[in-house]
């Protein structure tokens, strides 16, 4: 079946470190592949996706690569800020106007 | 892209009550509507889909008969938790399922049976 499986959390880092959050995959076929994101007391927040194998997702700093040899989408960030903090969650479709499936999330503190 | 509204964002009910959440689709119309659930400090768990004009699927373990799910039109479905119970309290979030939606999501509703 189709599953997500995140690094657990929490995780805590001081700003302007490095980020990474791992997160492989389980799939038939070729699904596409996204990062949420969720501040406290909020929604779900697309933060980037990737729909095909090698594609890149990136926004506001934050980028993962869809890599089909390793079935991974691992998140990355290069210098965190405060604001960055809240729950990130993987999640894959398997195809368009399907559902999602989520990882278990991993928050992320980031302290000044 | 595509905007979902979902209300109420924030529920108090008592137990043995009946809720209802709606989801409109402001500038697209939704023949299918994913319903979620997350429990506290968890993840979001698929409940349910609604397609406009017929009968929901349920995931397995959903009570269809708790969760009653309407998709009577292109731009409305929703969601009745019906004889809530506190174990029902949770986060409730919607998203329309089709083709260029762009897999947003509502800003869900936070239920809190007392």
């Known amino acids: 079946g189709n599953s997500v499986t995140q690094m657990e959390g929490p995780v805590t880092l001081s700003e302007e470190a490095f980020l990474t959050i791992n997160c492989t995959y389980t799939a038939t076929g070729y699904p596409s592949l996204f990062w949420y994101v969720q501040y406290p007391g909020e929604g779900l927040q697309l933060l980037l996706k990737?729909?095909?194998?090698?594609d890149k997702g990136s926004n506001k700093g934050f980028e993962a690569t869809y890599r089909k040899e390793t079935t991974s989408f691992h998140l990355e960030k290069g210098s965190v800020q405060v604001s960055d903090s809240a729950v990130y969650f993987c999640?894959?479709?398997?195809?368009?106007?399907?559902?999602?499936?989520f990882g278990a999330g991993t928050r992320l503190t980031v302290k000044p | 892209g595509a905007v979902v509204s979902q209300h109420p964002s924030r529920v108090i009910c008592k137990s043995g009550t009946s809720v209802k959440i709606e989801c409109r689709s402001l500038?697209?119309?939704?023949?299918?509507m994913f319903w979620y659930r997350q429990f506290p400090k968890q993840s979001l768990m698929l409940m349910a889909t609604s397609n406009e004009g017929s009968k929901a699927t349920y995931e397995q373990g959903v009570e269809k008969d708790k969760f009653l799910i309407n998709h009577a039109s292109l731009t409305l479905s929703t969601l009745t938790v019906t004889s809530a119970h506190p174990e029902d309290s949770s986060f409730y979030i919607c998203s329309p399922g089709g083709v260029g939606y762009g897999y947003t999501f509502g800003s869900g509703t936070r239920l809190t049976v007392v």
């Open positions: 500038d697209f119309q939704a023949t299918t």
């Open positions: 990737a729909t095909k194998a090698d």
């Open positions: 999640a894959l479709s398997p195809m368009e106007n399907n559902d999602m499936r």
